[in-house]
């Protein structure tokens, strides 16, 4: 409850303030602390929003971090079809980022996914 309410505070003073990346890194930031929480729903709603300033202010880093957990918690919801598009898009941001790390932990995401496919598919 006191982080959701630290990560609240941080978004409506970033949006007060004008600050995108700081906007899109709180929201990302409460996203996961919905989806450990396996509140995908609403961690849905803020990453999605993440996402929008992440393109927008054209940040491939936060991007690709950001499609990757939506591939996820859209893999948790058993949206196959929604995990894939995200994965290619956090594939894509991360290729434009020209960061290897960031294409490692897209990869890993990525394989991570695949793994727990196979199971539910046995």
Wanted: hydrophobic share 40%; proline share 1%.
């Amino acid at each position: 409850i006191v982080a959701r309410d630290h990560y609240e505070q941080a978004i409506k003073l970033y949006r007060i303030g004008g600050r995108m990346l700081g906007l899109a890194n709180a929201l990302q930031s409460l996203g996961d602390l919905e989806r450990r929480q396996k509140r995908y729903k609403e961690a849905t709603v803020q990453y999605s929003t993440a996402r929008d300033l992440y393109r927008m202010e054209k940040h491939m880093t936060g991007l690709a971090h950001t499609c990757s957990e939506l591939a996820r918690v859209a893999h948790a919801l058993f949206d196959f079809m929604g995990s894939i598009d995200y994965l290619s898009e956090a594939i894509a941001a991360a290729q434009e980022s020209h960061s290897p790390s960031v294409v490692d932990y897209v990869r890993g995401v990525q394989q991570e996914i695949q793994g727990q496919h196979a199971e539910v598919s046995r």
